[in-house]
């Protein structure tokens, strides 16, 4: 099982929007590898397609070994990410079949590509330096806890702490005019590329009412926020036999 088939809880193409836009999410920051004409010549390369009724489509599994399997041999190809995979096609206007027979499976149209394209050119909004803070709203939560989490959980060396807060509207104490990622403890130098890999999650999600901004400090967390939890996951522990050992 690979990191795109744990999130396949259903297939692509029957589950809701919110979890396909999920696994666009992962599949742009997954390594592919997409089977090629032949073998690359210096730094230019040929995409193997496969005419299909609705257009060319190239083929594309999230590990060499299931490449060769689906074709039952080894097989010229070319390692990138998912995201400058989906800008190539873009350009093309073809089509990318990922993982053909696995659970995560994926037929991805032009148009899904083109929009997947455009996902990945977000970039962050600046938040006002001075913010009011509250509790953000249940249904923004619900929305965005799981898949933010998820992606924080990959910048955990980077950041020593991160928050979901809601932004408090002018003039009221409880009316929200927006919601804010709040980064606390990052190197100034790393900043940009945070805001922009949240920028990127956050255009895969449910857009929200007032949007998401992301701002970075250096005190504490708001309190009345959601705070993420960043620490590393404990290792897994041997498991104890049932009986006796078996004496040797």
Same mark, same amino acid.
């Given at each position: 099982?690979?990191?795109?088939?744990?999130?396949?809880?259903?297939?692509?193409?029957?589950?809701?929007?919110?979890?396909?836009?999920?696994?666009?999410?992962?599949?742009?920051?997954?390594?592919?590898?997409?089977?090629?004409?032949?073998?690359?010549?210096?730094?230019?390369?040929?995409?193997?397609?496969?005419?299909?009724?609705?257009?060319?489509?190239?083929?594309?599994?999230?590990?060499?070994?299931?490449?060769?399997?689906?074709?039952?041999?080894?097989?010229?190809?070319?390692?990138?990410?998912?995201?400058?995979?989906?800008?190539?096609?873009?350009?093309?206007?073809?089509?990318?079949?990922?993982?053909?027979?696995?659970?995560?499976?994926?037929?991805?149209?032009?148009?899904?590509?083109?929009?997947?394209?455009?996902?990945?050119?977000?970039?962050?909004?600046?938040?006002?330096?001075?913010?009011?803070?509250?509790? *953000?709203?249940? !249904?923004?939560?619900?929305?965005?806890?799981?898949?933010?989490?998820?992606?924080?959980?990959?910048?955990?060396?980077?950041?020593?702490?991160?928050?979901?807060?809601?932004?408090?509207?002018?003039?009221?104490?409880?009316?929200?005019?927006?919601?804010?990622?709040?980064?606390?403890?990052?190197?100034?130098?790393?900043?940009?590329?945070?805001?922009?890999?949240?920028?990127?999650?956050?255009?895969?999600? =449910?857009?929200?009412?007032? !949007?998401?901004?992301?701002?970075?400090?250096?005190?504490?967390?708001?309190?009345?926020?959601?705070?993420?939890?960043?620490? =590393?996951?404990? *290792?897994?522990?041997?498991?104890?036999?049932?009986? =006796?050992?078996?004496?040797?």
């Amino acid at each position: 099982m690979s990191a795109l088939d744990d999130l396949a809880v259903e297939p692509f193409h029957d589950a809701g929007e919110a979890q396909r836009a999920r696994m666009l999410s992962r599949l742009a920051d997954t390594q592919l590898s997409v089977a090629l004409v032949g073998e690359p010549v210096g730094d230019q390369i040929e995409l193997r397609m496969f005419p299909l009724e609705h257009g060319p489509v190239a083929l594309a599994c999230d590990s060499e070994d299931r490449l060769a399997d689906f074709f039952g041999e080894a097989v010229a190809y070319a390692a990138m990410p998912g995201r400058v995979l989906a800008g190539l096609l873009r350009d093309e206007g073809a089509g990318l079949l990922i993982n053909p027979g696995h659970p995560s499976e994926m037929m991805l149209d032009a148009a899904i590509l083109d929009w997947l394209a455009g996902a990945l050119a977000a970039r962050p909004e600046a938040a006002q330096a001075r913010l009011r803070l509250l509790a *953000p709203a249940p !249904g923004v939560v619900a929305d965005l806890a799981l898949p933010l989490a998820e992606r924080l959980a990959d910048m955990r060396e980077l950041v020593s702490g991160a928050a979901l807060a809601g932004v408090g509207r002018d003039g009221s104490s409880e009316e929200l005019a927006g919601h804010v990622v709040v980064i606390a403890g990052a190197d100034e130098g790393h900043q940009d590329a945070i805001a922009k890999a949240l920028s990127e999650a956050l255009a895969f999600l =449910p857009p929200q009412d007032g !949007g998401v901004d992301i701002t970075f400090r250096d005190g504490p967390l708001p309190p009345a926020a959601l705070q993420f939890d960043l620490s =590393p996951p404990e *290792p897994a522990r041997p498991r104890r036999r049932d009986g =006796p050992p078996i004496l040797r």
